[in-house]
């Protein structure tokens, strides 16, 4: 009889020790996820700010190109525009006979 009630409370003493490592197991792997949550958005914060500097550098390499083109049409307008205007002919002023 002692040794089967030894057994049944060595029974009882081991599975509640199994059950609280199972739980602490849990609560470390909670936690774990947690922090493993935390780094990843905090790598992922850190991504976003990364490609909003990006697209802020793109944004102004683009309009700085449109500034150039828009320049450079211009320039191109205004010439072709002067080329296409006929020249005034600037006639020779008469001739003078002097006397000597």
């Known amino acids: 009889m002692v040794t089967m009630t030894a057994i049944v409370t060595n029974g009882f003493v ?7 490592w199972l739980r602490h197991r849990a609560l470390k792997n909670a936690t774990a ?4 949550q935390g780094d990843q958005i905090e790598r992922l914060a850190a991504e ?4 909003q500097t990006t697209l802020e ?8 190109i449109g500034e150039e083109q828009r320049y450079a049409t211009r320039l191109l307008r205004e010439r072709s525009e002067g080329a296409a205007a006929p ?12 006397p000597h």
Do not use: N
Not at 48 to 51: D, E, G
Not at 57 to 64: C, D, G, K, P, T
């Open 33 to 36: 996820e947690r922090v493993s």
């Open 14 to 20: 081991v599975l509640g020790a199994y059950g609280l």
């Open 48 to 51: 976003v700010r990364t490609l």
């Open 57 to 64: 550098a793109v944004a102004i390499e683009v309009e700085r």
């Open 87 to 98: 020249k005034p002919q600037l006639s020779a002023p008469p001739r003078v006979i002097t």
